[in-house]
T-cell receptor
Framework: DAGVIQSPRHEVTEMGQEVTLRCKPI?????LFWYRQTMMRGLELLIY????????DSGMPEDRFSAKMPNASFSTLKIQPSEPRDSAVYFC????????????FGPGTRLTVT | EDKVVQSPLSLVVHEGDTVTLNCSYE??????LLWYKQEKKAPTFLFML????IEKKSGRLSSILDKKELFSILNITATQTGDSAIYLC??????????FGTGTRLKVLA
């Protein structure tokens, strides 16, 4: 069984450019999470989807960040315009549970904004 | 504000040693605690703990939860160099949201 798939694995872009990160959750999982990990702040939840519906986006840092989940097998996280402080590793995770439970992480996208 | 604190921040041991990693939590409506191992990539799920006093084991790793004292420990016996990683714990309420600690960085020397 394939795990969570993310692309690209690395992204280097210039400040002001649009960045789109992609995620394919594990088949059959109905919960999807986007996290950001930095040395300073650790793992932070950005947004949570349940059955393709955004339930909690309170972790999204600014209006520059947006996320969509058009179907059960695909989600995107977009940053527009990007800034150097957005540099981090962005993880997508999925879970078979709706309320509480193990989450399975993708390999992450390392984003560098210059 | 909910928080999860892990200790020590880092640890260096020799192969064969036993280590104990600590995780204390303050989480509103706490329901479960997760442990992950993170090497140079994604966190890998280790354990989910929901009941106090019941040890979970997987090979040389074991973990237990104390809901009265609000902490959990992760034990690794007979450590190997492959155990070198960052170990994360996360406390969750009855919903989806888990608060992650900043992790314990373990290095096992040959």
């Amino acid at each position: 069984d394939a795990g969570v798939i993310q692309s690209p694995r690395h992204e280097v872009t210039e400040m002001g450019q649009e960045v789109t990160l992609r995620c394919k959750p594990i088949s059959g999982h109905n919960s999807l999470f986007w996290y950001r990990q930095t040395m300073m702040r650790g793992l932070e939840l950005l947004i949570y989807f349940n059955n393709n519906v955004p339930i909690d986006d309170s972790g999204m840092p600014e209006d520059r960040f947006s996320a969509k989940m058009p179907n059960a097998s695909f989600s995107t996280l977009k940053i527009q315009p990007s800034e150097p402080r957005d540099s981090a590793v962005y993880f997508c995770a999925s879970s078979p549970r709706i309320q509480g439970g193990e989450q399975y992480f993708g390999p992450g996208t390392r984003l560098t904004v210059t | 504000e909910d928080k999860v604190v892990q200790s020590p921040l880092s640890l260096v041991v020799h192969e064969g040693d036993t280590v104990t990693l600590n995780c204390s939590y303050e989480v509103t409506n706490f329901r479960s605690l997760l442990w992950y191992k993170q090497e140079k990539k994604a966190p890998t799920f280790l354990f989910m703990l929901t009941s106090s006093g019941i040890e979970k084991k997987s090979g040389r790793l074991s973990s237990i939860l104390d809901k009265k004292e609000l902490f959990s420990i992760l034990n690794i016996t007979a450590t190997q160099t492959g155990d070198s990683a960052i170990y994360l714990c996360a406390g969750g309420s009855g919903t989806y949201k888990y608060i992650f600690g900043t992790g314990t960085r373990l290095k096992v020397l040959a």
